[in-house]
């Protein structure tokens, strides 16, 4: 038979996928998170301090990872730091954050420097886990809101662990960079820098982290995982733990891939050339390389585990809405 009734069950499927897109709010919040990703893994050196993007800290305590959006280590300080695009404005309302957009909506968030605090707390066990002892006097924690048409209500803007984008402007001006981005995370890290040599004078504690110390906690510091993502057809990105794969019937457990480690699923998506393809001359629906050894993909039956992150449950995603795997 010319076609047979499976590989026609298996091109509808595919070609039944809907392309799912990014939410708007959600591409604006990646921004904040992608210029320092960009910059970060373009090896910046800057002054000597290292960074650190989109870390996840475990807190046994409450079952969970903390995730840090920026972690910045000098001689002298460990700042952990959060960066939001907010945009609207930005008051206090019973000890939340409440963002109010210029649609009408209002967002209920968490107040971001207590929040922060347990971050950190976290990060110190874990250091402490690892025998790196930091006092806490060299430890600080900032939220940067890099949108300049943000308006923050003065309750907040008073906090000292929060730095409004007009901060970030007298930093930026002076700043020589390749790129916008560049100049921007030098302006945070110089924003949160500036202060180190004051405040270590007051306490009198004006020397830099011993050598061996210093070595070691970038170390650990660059062991922290961060999240696993999925790319799917369409442009929308899930980001979680990606637990098992199923291809053919074989399972693959993905902790044994390497840090950024990333898997293609090349998929023939048009209507006509797959079911010619795939349907005439018996070529795969969809291709991908795991564990250096090439397979065929199945719309109807590939698919992968994966704990979303927010999510109390681990979901079944189906491989024939995913583009792209990527092992955080």
């Known amino acids: ?10 091109w509808r499927d595919l070609i039944n996928v809907s392309p799912v897109f990014e939410d708007p709010e959600v591409l604006a919040g990646r921004k904040a998170e992608d210029f320092l990703t960009r910059i970060v893994e373009s090896n910046l050196k800057y002054k000597g301090v290292h960074c650190f993007v989109g870390k996840r800290v475990p807190c046994p305590e409450k079952s969970r990872r903390y ?29 939340q954050w409440i963002q109010h957009k210029l649609n009408g909506q209002s967002i209920e968030h968490d107040n971001l420097t207590d929040h922060n605090s347990a971050k950190l707390q976290s990060l110190q066990d874990y250091l402490q886990k690892h025998d790196i002892h930091i006092d806490p006097s060299y430890i600080s924690q900032k939220v940067v809101l890099i949108n ?3 308006k923050i209500s003065p309750q907040i803007q008073s906090d000292p662990n929060v730095i409004p984008r007009s901060h970030l402007d007298h930093y930026l001006q002076s700043q020589k960079g390749a790129s916008f981005s560049e100049r921007m995370l030098h302006s945070v890290i110089e924003s949160c ?31 922290l995982r961060t999240w696993d993502l999925i790319g799917l057809h369409g442009g929308k990105i899930l980001q ?10 074989q399972r693959f457990e993905l902790e044994p891939l390497q840090r950024d480690e990333k898997i ?18 018996n070529f795969a629906f969809g291709k991908t390389k795991l564990q250096k050894r090439s397979y065929r993909l199945n719309p109807l039956e590939d698919h992968i585990l994966f704990h979303k992150a927010g999510n109390p449950q681990i979901s079944q995603i189906d491989l024939k809405q995913i583009e792209w795997i990527k092992r955080g």
Request: aromatic letters at 4%; glycine letters at 8%.
């Open 1 to 10: 038979m010319l076609f047979s009734r499976t590989k026609l069950m298996q």
């Open 67 to 95: 995730e840090i959006d920026l972690i910045v280590l000098t001689k002298k300080q460990l700042h952990v730091i959060e960066v939001k695009n907010w945009s609207g404005s930005l008051v206090e309302e019973n000890g």
């Open 148 to 150: 300049p048409r943000l």
């Open 193 to 223: 820098t500036s202060s180190e040599t004051g405040s270590i004078l007051l306490d009198g504690l004006f020397k830099a982290m011993p050598r061996k110390q210093l070595k070691r906690t970038i170390e650990a510091l660059g062991s």
């Open 240 to 249: 979680g733990d990606a637990r098992r794969i199923s291809i053919g019937g």
């Open 264 to 281: 293609e699923l090349r998929w023939k998506r048009g209507k006509l050339s797959s079911l010619f393809s795939s349907c005439v001359m």
